[in-house]
């Protein structure tokens, strides 16, 4: 069965600030990786994706995410952070073709200081 | 563009009643996905449809039950509610015919029971 950890439940950083948030899978093939967010009582919007190709895969609002097999990684980077990026983070893996059974990360709560 | 619809948006029952939760997925999307996520909790997956048919199964428990119907939207049928049913619903939906294809997700369905 997949799984997926995501090592800190809080992170604040700075506005302005860079910011990179882990989250390791548990997969024994090749996994599907999302990147969600959440704001506060919101649904989930995706992010980005990792399907198979380059390793560094670019989202919306200025998002990236790198996989790296050998460490079983896909953290979440992002150059300059700005407030509205305060939400919640979750990090899924899907064992399939598609987005099917979705996994998903117990989250993480980012806050953006002034 | 068209997004997953889901209602009601909120919704109080008391222990013991019944809910149905509506979701209507993106035009010519053909499975639907329903998650859970309680307080503080990471969505836990429910269960799916493909083409009306349930294709697969999670944590979904013996007091609920879900359909796809001929116009493709799904209802989840919540009976004997319990508090710890209180949570936020999500339905989602994806074209699986399309190779790599994502989840859409819901704005969700806040389900108080008190």
């Known amino acids: 069965a997949q799984s997926v950890t995501q090592p800190d439940i809080h992170i604040t950083v700075s506005e302005g600030a860079s910011l990179e948030l882990r989250c390791n899978y548990s997969?024994?093939?090749?996994?599907?990786l999302f990147w969600y967010v959440q704001s506060p009582g919101q649904g989930l919007q995706l992010l980005l994706k990792?399907?198979?190709?380059?390793?560094l895969v670019q989202g919306i609002k200025g998002f990236e995410a790198e996989f790296k097999r050998s460490q079983s990684s896909f953290n979440l980077r992002k150059p300059s952070v700005h407030w509205s990026d305060a939400a919640e983070y979750f990090c899924a893996v899907s064992p399939r073709g598609s987005a099917r059974q979705l996994t998903f990360g117990s989250g993480t709560q980012l806050t953006v200081l002034p | 563009a068209a997004g997953v619809i889901q209602s009601p948006r909120h919704l109080i029952k008391e222990k013991r009643e019944t809910a149905t939760l509506k979701c209507y997925p993106i035009?010519?999307?053909?499975?639907v996905y329903w998650y859970q996520q309680g307080p503080g909790q990471d969505p836990q997956f429910l269960i799916s449809?493909?083409?009306?048919?349930?294709?697969d199964k999670g944590s979904i428990p013996d007091r609920f039950s879900a359909q796809q119907f001929s116009d493709y939207h799904s209802e989840l049928n919540m009976s004997s509610l319990e508090l710890g049913d209180s949570a936020l619903y999500f339905c989602?939906?994806?074209?699986?015919?399309?190779?790599?294809?994502?989840?859409?997700f819901g704005q969700g369905t806040r389900l108080t029971v008190v």
């Open positions: 989602a939906s994806s074209l699986v015919q399309r190779m790599n294809t994502e989840a859409f």
């Open positions: 449809f493909y083409e009306k048919m349930q294709s």
């Open positions: 990792y399907f198979s190709g380059d390793t």
């Open positions: 035009p010519r999307h053909d499975t």
């Open positions: 997969y024994g093939a090749t996994p599907y």
